[in-house]
């Protein structure tokens, strides 16, 4: 999650809540009351949404007394999905994913610590799959049996292979399960020769630099 998570107030003009957004490069935030309690989140769409067309008829001094006006608590969601610090990662991602929303304000109690966003999830992503880090890339279909993935891990570090990353995914049905392993201290042609005779078969085979 990040923190510590930049939040406002229900009556901050919708103008200032903007301005920090963009000063700040998030996207959405939690809104507090005076006792630190959550009572929305707002997002930076919600108060695009609520600023005039560029083809209104007011003057500019017409639309920033109006915006003035506007405050947080009359756009905000009030009907906000939470976590706790405690709460799996994959869980927030199944939340997020499943309501179609990018955060979720993390509570200690009824304090917000934290907030989870799509950026998080990607930056796990990156570190489950060992994105940033040199090595071999292999993906292969592995029959969803008990023991088969041991077989495939040995057989690699056997060889001297180093598994950086280890990932498992669905497969193509229901007999298996798609592996994505960044693998360092063996070549490319030496670990297909290795996984070869252990998987239904290689999907992708790459040598990366990482980043």
């Known amino acids: 999650m990040t923190r510590p998570v930049l939040t406002v ?27 630190g309690r959550l009572v929305g989140i707002v997002s930076e769409r919600d108060l695009l949404h609520a600023s005039p067309s560029e083809a209104t008829s007011l003057s500019i001094w017409e639309v920033h007394y109006l915006l003035s006006k506007i405050t947080v608590d009359r756009i905000m969601a009030k009907d906000v999905l939470t976590v706790t610090e405690d709460t799996p990662i994959e869980e927030a991602a199944r939340i997020m994913a499943d309501n179609k929303i990018g955060g979720l304000p993390v509570l200690r109690g009824t304090e917000v610590v934290g907030i989870v966003t799509e950026t998080d999830l990607f930056k796990v992503f990156l570190e489950l799959l060992g994105a940033r880090e040199a090595g071999v890339r292999l993906s292969a279909l592995v029959a969803d049996r008990t023991g088969e993935l041991a077989k495939l891990t040995s057989a690699i570090t056997k060889a001297g292979g180093n598994i950086l990353a280890l990932v498992v995914f669905l497969g ?40």
């Not at 920090?20 to 996207?27: G, S, W």
């Not at 070549?187 to 252990?198: D, G, S, T």
């Open 172 to 211: 193509e049905s229901t007999e298996n399960r798609l592996v994505t392993a960044k693998v360092e201290g063996i070549e490319q042609a030496a670990l297909r020769k290795i996984v070869e005779p252990l998987v239904e078969r290689i999907v992708d085979l790459r040598t990366t630099h990482g980043a």
């Open 9 to 35: 107030r229900p009556g901050t003009p919708i103008q200032d809540a903007l301005q920090l957004m963009r000063t700040e490069h998030i996207r959405r935030a939690p809104v507090v009351d005076e006792q």
